[in-house]
């Protein structure tokens, strides 16, 4: 007598997560790489990002942050979001990915994170503005690193000894407390440094 091997359910709920977050990640690249084509045809041309004196997206447009390898960051933005809105229908397909592949995965979430970070870090405290469209792919890069990075060690697709992965399921079960406290942070950060709340109720 055959008997059918039991395979672990799909992760539905973080297919869709990854997917959502992905495509709204590209949106948001895709507009801002948009309104820099026609600012480079019409140098007069007022992007639809620009809404006041801080929250305004086209210094930094026009700066060398935003174009730190050379060419306009939306197309890393373009590019990248591809990623996690691929493996998430792979997931809801029923695909299992070798642990190699979660590593390089998040090796890329990695280097995101890192990238929207200092680019934060430029927006507030070099160039004194905040680009719509850039908050929106700092908001979901934040938690596609942070819970990708916690579940897959605390699930089992990056495996580790059991006491390690016991403190990774703990981690992960925090992993959106994480994500709310880097928005407090720079939010906050943000507040100090340019006063938004004053500009956003004017």
Known sequence: MTTTPVRAPRPIGFA???IVLG???????F?????YLHKLK????VPNCNISVLVSCSDNMGSWQGSVLGFSNTIIGISAFV???AVGVALLAGARF???FWWLYQGGLFLGFCLISWLAFQSVFVLGRLCPWCMVIWTVTIPLFWITFLRAPAVGDVPLSEPAQRRFRAVYSWG??????CYVVIAAV??????WLAEFSR
């Open 176 to 181: 959106w407390v994480i994500v709310l406290l």
């Open 190 to 195: 943000a507040q100090f440094q340019l006063d």
């Open 23 to 29: 495509a709204i990640g590209w949106f948001a690249s």
């Open 16 to 18: 869709v997560f990854t």
């Open 42 to 45: 019409n140098p007069d041309y």
């Open 98 to 100: 070798s642990r190699w």
């Open 31 to 35: 507009e801002l790489l948009n309104e």
């Open 83 to 85: 990623a996690p809105i």
